[in-house]
């Protein structure tokens, strides 16, 4: 499996912006796909998670109410719509995909259980 993100950017605090991450070459449809994140210095981190088949989804306390993860099904898509942005939130993020990572609540969160990764893109929000 191939994951693909869109292209991240510079958005001023306060901003929006929406990634997304296309499967090609197999489907998210067995387990779970995420979203992480990398600052520059700090240790990946998990941001937002949604169950393929059910839609149940997971995020950190830290981006809860403000990012939404979403999944087009049709499309193979999973969706990071990103609104009040602040510059905590710039980083490299990640999407991914593993048949495992969707069993609990625990290995949704866990980066170990993923495994096929997006090549990152940027997100960087300025103050």
């Known amino acids: 499996v191939q994951l693909q993100a869109s292209r991240g950017g510079l958005v001023q605090a306060g901003g929006s912006l929406r990634l997304s991450c296309a499967a090609s070459?197999?489907?998210?449809?067995?387990?779970?796909a995420g979203w992480f994140r990398q600052a520059p210095g700090k240790e990946r981190e998990f941001v937002a998670g949604i169950r393929w088949s059910s839609g149940f989804t997971l995020y950190a306390d830290s981006v809860k109410g403000r990012f939404t993860i979403a999944r087009d099904k049709a499309k193979n898509t999973v969706y990071l719509q990103m609104n009040s942005l602040g510059p905590e939130d710039t980083a490299v993020y990640y999407c991914a995909t593993g048949g495992r990572a969707g069993a609990t609540m625990a290995t949704m969160a866990d980066s170990a259980k993923y495994d096929y990764w997006g090549q990152g893109t940027q997100v960087t929000v300025s103050s």
């Open positions: 070459g197999g489907t998210f449809g067995s387990g779970a």
